[in-house]
């Protein structure tokens, strides 16, 4: 009865290659995120949806693209990857767009992605 | 743009000592947030701040909202080795996204 999770775990892969990370959350939350934590454990905003709908895309290079099937799901895909994404991925989830920016935040266990 | 500076960045105590971890923002906050991180986790939430001047206590943790809803800390008394992890304060100025602060890696020695 996992809350929120993502898969795979982990993720090696060479530079330039096309990797995709999903996410599903069961807690029946609109709002859904991928964060980024570099290796200064510095975590950081990249996307928000609320369901289904883009709403916060801080600077990410578009080689990161978001793509939500419906408000459960919010996967990740990344292409050309570089040196420089490797970290640890989040996606979280959190309760109505109303209360967005007061409602505590569910993260999954993260997809630590390191590329070669 | 907002942002949420946390010192300290590390901190080692001995079991049994005191821990406090300090957040500050650079514009007022509707509301504050608190994260534990155990090494090899992932954020989880441990409480919500929205009152000026607000304190909260869960057993030994003690948070508090400054009257300015600027700054806010989070008190751990007496550390035991199930308190280690990295602690991270979130900051929302109500239109904005949650801005999380660097987090403070505590370690406690036994």
């Known amino acids: 009865d996992t809350a929120v999770s993502q898969t795979p775990k982990y993720l090696v892969t060479q530079m330039g290659n096309d990797k995709s990370i999903k996410c599903e959350q069961n807690?029946?939350?609109?709002?859904m995120y991928w964060y980024k934590q570099d290796s200064k454990k510095f975590l950081k905003i990249m996307f928000s949806?609320?369901?289904?709908?883009?709403?916060i895309n801080e600077t990410v290079p578009n080689r990161f693209s978001p793509k939500s099937p419906d408000k459960a799901h919010l996967n990740l895909h990344i292409n050309s990857l570089e040196l420089g994404d490797s970290a640890v991925y989040f996606c979280?989830?959190?309760?109505?767009?109303?209360?967005?920016?007061?409602?505590?935040?569910?993260f999954g266990n993260g997809t630590r992605l390191t590329v070669t | 743009g907002q942002q949420v500076m946390q010192i300290p960045q590390y901190q080692h105590v001995q079991e049994g000592e005191d821990f406090t971890t300090y957040c500050n923002s650079s514009?007022?906050?509707?509301?504050i947030q608190w994260y534990k991180q155990r090494p090899g986790g992932h954020p989880v939430f441990l409480i919500q701040?929205?009152?000026?001047?607000e304190v909260k206590k869960q057993k030994r943790l003690t948070f508090q909202f400054g009257e300015a809803k600027k700054n806010s800390s989070l008190h751990i008394t007496a550390t035991q080795t199930t308190d280690v992890g990295t602690y991270f304060c979130?900051?929302?100025?109500?239109?904005?996204?949650?801005?999380f602060g660097k987090g403070t890696r505590l370690s406690v020695i036994a």
């Open positions: 514009t007022t906050l509707s509301n």
């Open positions: 979130a900051g929302s100025s109500g239109n904005t996204p949650l801005v």
């Open positions: 949806y609320n369901n289904k709908e883009l709403i």
């Open positions: 807690l029946g939350h609109d709002t």
């Open positions: 701040l929205v009152k000026s001047g």
């Open positions: 979280a989830s959190s309760q109505a767009r109303s209360r967005l920016y007061n409602s505590p935040l569910h």
